[in-house]
């Protein structure tokens, strides 16, 4: 669902020149099926990053909605993370 999100605030923005698609060079004017496939994978690998705790910067928020929607994810990331080991 990250993934799915991350790449709906794209759409929503109608992947205006400074949202996270554009800036990672993956949006297309004349974008295909297979194109659509590609933005979700790099949007499932961003999701993993960050849920990991990983998080290796070559994908970054650039509008407010996107910076607010990763403040929330690394919150539910490390929540998730702390949960399990506290489990152990």
Known sequence: WNACTWMLIANLQDFNSDSWINQ???RDLEVS???FFTQYVVAAYWAVTTMTTTGFGD???NTNPERLFVMFSMVLGCSTF???ITQI
């Open 82 to 84: 702390a949960y399990g």
């Open 24 to 26: 990672a060079a993956l």
């Open 33 to 35: 099926e297979s194109d």
């Open 59 to 61: 994908i970054v928020p």
